[in-house]
């Protein structure tokens, strides 16, 4: 064998670092992309990142009316369930002891306001009798709001019908003798060991659905979470128009002042550094000017595509494919992937993500065309809404109905998915009496 020099000519993609950043920006939600945008302006120094105007006009408002309701909101925001609770035991008589275990408990419940620790436990950790602990627990559970400090939910369900101005002793007794027979909706087995009529059953159910089963819910601080559409979808004289939020992203602007300021020098060194970094923003306001315009177009042609949903409503909703969408803007599948990931639309019928307009086909008898499997939820909702809740419909009624009146062929298992996507439950236990 003998060492030789060859030269080939060959075809091969290659992934430039700003080719990689463009792929990253097009999959970015608004939230990431801002942040994104902000730790680039840190990096270069000629970047300056300006909000939009009606951004900040809103943040003026919103700031505004905060200090106008800085009073109303010291109470509402400041309470807790633990402050409230310590707040009722402060006028309570108690010993240091009882006091100790107290407080523990208090600061041992979850956000619903249950008390999962286990009593050995917790008279371990504080070197007191189980008693003790078990006195303080009953103490605990006398407190507002009732229920709270329960170890399960069939126990805070009682511990609020047991303070009921008037009582209900037959609710008491289902729910602390038979609470899994009347929660798996066994009535008339439970009717006939009761010795009652099935309607007063139903009673004691539409008592229970007005009880609180998380006590402590309304002290949690919850996050609000809002959602900024990146694109908007307006009714206009040719039909639907599709307009780019720009609101939700600031402004690149470049810092051509400090640029002058520092490169009076006339240092090579500066200057080649700021060409670079102006090369990195040119390629950053180009990538960002693709990313906008790939998420208008793939909007356009779901508009196209999806025409009789923005007419009727989502129940309208037809089959769709990222690869139907992908081949007529001629780019590859993976690139509508990384447009739809995290991004919404305002539509007339509400702020949906992009990814709900993508749905699979449902075979329809006797038509050509198929329906989607959004549109079969949304009438299997429909049709529960209007039925009979004395003779609810089962899956299998269901199945039948949507081929009737739809022409939409599924099977019962199907139907019984798609219920359970819903979180609506099955027609037993839907039965009202």
Same mark, same amino acid.
């Given at each position: 064998m003998r060492a030789e020099l060859l030269q080939q000519q060959q075809l091969k993609l290659s992934l430039t670092k700003e080719l990689t950043q463009a792929i990253e920006l097009l999959q970015y939600s608004t939230l990431e992309l801002r942040s994104f945008l902000y730790e680039q302006s840190l990096e270069n120094p000629f970047l300056e990142i300006r909000d939009n105007q009606r951004t900040e006009k809103y943040k003026r408002l919103h700031n505004h009316q905060e200090k106008k309701n800085m009073i109303e909101n010291i109470g509402t925001s400041s309470e807790t369930l633990a402050s409230y609770l310590l707040m009722q035991l402060s006028m309570a008589q108690l010993s240091p002891e009882q006091r100790r275990i107290m407080n523990y408990l208090i600061h041992s419940l979850d956000e619903d306001g249950y008390l999962r620790a286990d009593e050995a436990e917790i008279a371990n950790r504080l070197a007191v009798t189980v008693e003790a602990v078990q006195q303080a627990i009953r103490v605990l559970q006398s407190l507002e709001p009732a229920g709270v400090g329960a170890r399960s939910l069939q126990e805070c369900l009682y511990l609020q019908l047991v303070r009921l101005p008037s009582r209900n002793e037959l609710a008491e007794q289902i729910v *602390?003798?038979?609470?899994?027979?009347?929660?798996? @909706?066994?009535? %008339?087995?439970?009717?006939?060991?009761?010795?009652?009529? &099935? @309607?007063? &059953?139903?009673?004691?159910?539409? *008592? &229970?659905?007005?009880?609180?089963?998380?006590?402590?819910?309304?002290?949690?601080?919850?996050?609000?979470?809002?959602?900024?559409?990146?694109?908007?979808?307006?009714?206009?004289?040719?039909?639907?128009?599709? *307009?780019?939020?720009?609101?939700?992203?600031?402004?690149?602007?470049?810092?051509?002042?400090?640029? @002058?300021?520092?490169?009076?020098?006339?240092? %090579?060194? &500066?200057?080649?550094?700021?060409?670079?970094?102006?090369?990195?923003?040119?390629?950053?306001?180009?990538? *960002?000017?693709?990313? %906008?315009?790939?998420?208008?177009?793939?909007?356009?042609?779901?508009?196209?595509?999806?025409?009789?949903?923005?007419? %009727?409503?989502?129940?309208?909703? @037809?089959?769709?494919?990222?690869r139907e969408i992908a081949e007529e803007l001629n780019v590859h599948e993976s690139t509508v992937s990384r447009t739809v990931k995290n991004k919404y639309v305002q539509t007339p019928y509400g702020t949906v993500e992009l990814r709900y307009f993508f749905s699979s086909a449902i075979s329809l008898a006797n038509a050509s065309e198929d329906a989607s499997a959004a549109q079969a939820k949304a009438l299997i909702k429909q049709l529960i809404e209007q039925e009979n809740k004395s003779v609810p419909l089962s899956d299998q009624k269901l199945a039948e109905l949507l081929c009737e009146k739809y022409g939409i062929v599924i099977s019962r298992r199907t139907v019984a998915k798609y219920r359970e996507q819903l979180n609506i439950p099955s027609s037993a236990k839907r039965k009202r009496y």
């Open positions: *602390l003798h038979y609470f899994l027979m009347f929660a798996e @909706k066994a009535w %008339k087995t439970l009717a006939k060991q009761l010795n009652v009529d &099935i @309607k007063e &059953i139903q009673q004691v159910a539409d *008592l &229970i659905c007005t009880l609180q089963p998380r006590p402590g819910s309304p002290y949690a601080k919850a996050e609000s979470h809002f959602i900024a559409p990146d694109l908007i979808v307006e009714r206009c004289d040719e039909g639907f128009c599709v *307009l780019l939020n720009d609101e939700v992203l600031p402004q690149l602007i470049w810092n051509s002042s400090y640029e @002058k300021k520092i490169s009076r020098g006339r240092d %090579k060194q &500066i200057e080649q550094f700021i060409k670079e970094k102006y090369q990195q923003f040119e390629w950053l306001v180009k990538s *960002l000017e693709q990313r %906008k315009q790939t998420l208008v177009n793939v909007m356009n042609k779901i508009v196209e595509k999806q025409a009789e949903c923005f007419e %009727k409503g989502f129940s309208a909703l @037809k089959p769709l494919t990222m």
